[in-house]
């Protein structure tokens, strides 16, 4: 009799064991978990405390698990786990930086793995603060060329030249009047918000937005502007916003820029006052195949003679746009000219597209 007593009490003594060693473990990972020990520290990397307790659903919940004979007790604490952990460990998707924000306060700037609507997982750049933007973070950059940096190609759509040493992109010189394009996008993500910049250069004697001059349309889908087009959708397209190169900046004609002081150009109605528009030439030096360098459109700077309402804006070189409707269009860059080279060229080595 005492040795069964014996028996029972060491059966009882060895699951009181296993299970007290279980909940030890348990115990360092939720630790481990709040920042007080390494986060895989455990059997598994993602441990199973965290493969189970890093879904929100499982708050407050208790499992238990038969492996090779010895039982594992998982407690979930009835709060969420902190999400930048079970991120990291790869437990949860977030869909757009905005989310990664929502649930990671204090998430900083760079890049982060966001899940598509196809279930594919790519690396994007979040813009955390909108400094250039909103002033509110949660921006995903969708589109960006930057032809200063080493090895930088012009996207497809797009052709690289080299004007006055810089290697920029443009629209083929081959083509006269029209446009090319590229299409910026970030599959199935809703967005209500565009922001972003363009620096373009001058070359030649561009003729800013001519609906009523060379041959120009009031049709947004046909070339309007020396410049950039950026729109989303089709059939029509709508309109972002418009970059638009002027003649020269001591001007008041129809090819000047609409912002010039006097001016008798004006903008077609789906442009309003969308649209940043400068000069690099003025009629003293104005030739159809000179490369302006000195002057850098669309940043807000050396806005002379009649054209300093153009760079009135705050917000220049950024623009910001608040559509009517949340869309999932694509975003589509056009670069336009109503002459062909060497009349006329506005190419550019800095885009930046984000949406919201």
Avoid at 72 to 87: E, G, M, N, Q, R
Avoid at 121 to 143: A, F, H, L, P, T
Wanted: charged share 15%; net charge negative; proline share 4%.
């Amino acid at each position: 009799m005492l040795a069964g007593n014996r028996f029972s009490l060491t059966r009882m003594s060895s699951h009181y064991f296993a299970f007290l060693l279980s909940f030890i473990v348990l115990l360092y990972e939720a630790n481990a978990s709040s920042g007080m020990g390494h986060c895989t520290t455990g059997y598994r990397t993602p441990s199973l405390y965290h493969q189970y307790c890093c879904l929100s659903a499982n708050n407050g919940k208790a499992f238990k698990m038969n492996e090779s004979n010895f039982y594992t007790y998982i407690f979930c604490p009835t709060a969420d786990l902190p999400k930048a952990l079970c991120y990291s460990l790869g437990l949860i998707n977030f869909y757009s930086c905005s989310e990664v924000l929502e649930n990671i306060p204090n998430a900083a700037s760079g890049y982060y793995s966001i899940s598509q609507s196809n279930g594919s997982i790519v690396s994007v750049y979040c813009d955390m603060e909108g400094s250039n933007c909103d002033g509110n973070g949660g921006w995903i950059r969708i589109g960006y060329i930057n032809m200063t940096e080493p090895g930088a190609t012009c996207p497809q759509g797009l052709y690289s030249y080299t004007y006055g040493g810089k290697t920029l992109c443009d629209k083929s010189q081959g083509l006269g009047n029209g446009c090319n394009s590229t299409f910026f996008s970030f599959i199935g993500l809703n967005y209500t918000k565009v922001c972003g910049q363009a620096r373009g250069y001058q070359f030649g004697a561009p003729d800013s937005i001519y609906p009523n001059s060379e041959g120009g349309t009031e049709n947004i889908d046909d070339a309007y502007v020396d410049g950039l087009s950026i729109t989303h959708g089709s059939s029509p397209r709508q309109h972002i916003w418009t970059y638009a190169v002027g003649v020269t900046a001591d001007e008041v004609s129809a090819f000047s820029c609409p912002c010039n002081n006097g001016t008798t150009a004006t903008t077609p109605s789906y442009v309003g006052n969308d649209y940043y528009c400068e000069s690099g030439a003025t009629t003293s030096n104005i030739y159809s195949d000179i490369f302006y360098s000195h002057d850098i459109m669309w940043d807000g700077q050396q806005c002379d003679y009649l054209e300093s309402p153009c760079c009135s804006n705050s917000t220049i070189p950024w623009f910001i746009k608040t559509l009517p409707q949340s869309v999932t269009d694509d975003i589509e860059l056009r670069m336009c000219s109503s002459n062909g080279y060497p009349a006329e060229a506005t190419p550019v080595d800095v885009i930046e597209i984000y949406i919201h």
